[in-house]
């Protein structure tokens, strides 16, 4: 889920699992990807601040199971992109 917020987008995730960790990537059209890693004690609620108006963006989350060795359990990534009209 996504909406538009003052000049920002604000981005709602529902993980369909019980994850320790979430990465979440956003991206502008044409532009680079910005990774980030979040601890999942909390809903995950992101806000991708100075949004462009009529710009098209990317989202990805992808939540986490931290284990002690080896590489961590993770789900797919999950992708959508919006629009944003005149902010």
């Known amino acids: 889920m996504h909406d538009l917020v003052n000049d920002g987008i604000y981005v709602e995730w529902d993980p369909q699992g019980s994850y320790d960790k979430i990465h979440f990537s956003w ?4 532009g680079p990807w910005h990774p980030n ?3 999942a004690n909390f809903k995950p609620v992101f806000v991708v601040h100075s949004a462009r108006k009529n710009t098209e963006y990317f989202f990805s989350m992808q939540g986490c199971e931290s284990v002690l060795i080896g590489k961590d359990n993770c789900s797919p990534f999950e992708e959508t992109s919006f ?5």
């Open 27 to 30: 991206a502008r059209a044409g």
């Open 37 to 39: 890693e979040f601890s």
């Open 83 to 87: 629009v944003t009209n005149g902010i």
